[in-house]
């Protein structure tokens, strides 16, 4: 795993110079790891250049000139980071109905916890494991970071694109499937060879 340090990071004022460029390089990369899993969860596959610029536009929007908190967003983002073997990914459940917000959220209980996100490919299936401390027992958040650790069969199916592969949920009353593009796939490819 490549972690982010300080080096990696632009100063401020050059970060400033270059944003525009980065933020439409950034935006480009991540419709590539956009995927929506029916109409009230989308899942980005994060990696080290979208974690780079998440850690950059916090620092600039909060201002952070400090290097001791420098490093602690470092620190944030690249508990993010996709290990040696996984996907890594953030997720979101969108809600745009600001008076539906608590009753979508309630349904949303839970899908944290057990076995209800997953990738498959072919007869095999990996689920997510969601990163802890994004809800309790009457609330949940609207953003979770989930990991998933494909077997190498998954892996050899990710670069076939004959062979089918999808990204699902099942929880409650909300159930959805999506075929995972070959755009992704590559991405996924490149996570997972820790590129």
Do not use: C
């Not at 982010?4 to 980065?22: G, I, T, V, W």
């Not at 949303?108 to 997510?128: C, N, P, Q, T, W």
């Not at 949920?169 to 070959?182: L, S």
């Amino acid at each position: 795993m490549n972690l982010l340090a300080p080096h990696d990071l632009l100063s401020m004022a050059e970060y400033e110079r270059q944003r525009e460029q980065f933020r439409s390089q950034i935006i480009a990369l991540k419709q590539r790891r956009r995927m929506f899993l029916g109409p009230l969860l989308t899942l980005v596959f994060e990696n080290r250049e979208t974690l780079r610029f998440q850690t950059q536009e916090m620092i600039r929007v909060e201002h952070i000139l400090d290097p001791r908190k420098v490093q602690d967003e470092l620190d944030v983002y690249n508990a993010l980071m996709p290990g040696t073997g996984e996907l890594s990914a953030t997720l979101l459940i969108e809600i745009t109905e600001q008076d539906r917000m608590k009753e979508w959220l309630d349904m949303f209980m839970g899908l944290d916890h057990g076995e209800k996100v997953a990738i498959r490919a072919g007869s095999e299936h990996v689920f997510g494991q969601f990163e802890g401390g994004h809800s309790h027992e009457t609330k949940i958040s609207a953003v979770h970071f989930v990991r998933f650790r494909p077997t190498a069969s998954m892996t050899t199916a990710f670069a076939d694109l004959r062979q089918p592969v999808m990204l699902t949920v099942h929880h409650r009353e909300y159930h959805a499937e999506a075929p995972v593009p070959g755009s992704m796939r590559e991405e996924w490819l490149s996570d997972l060879a820790g590129s």
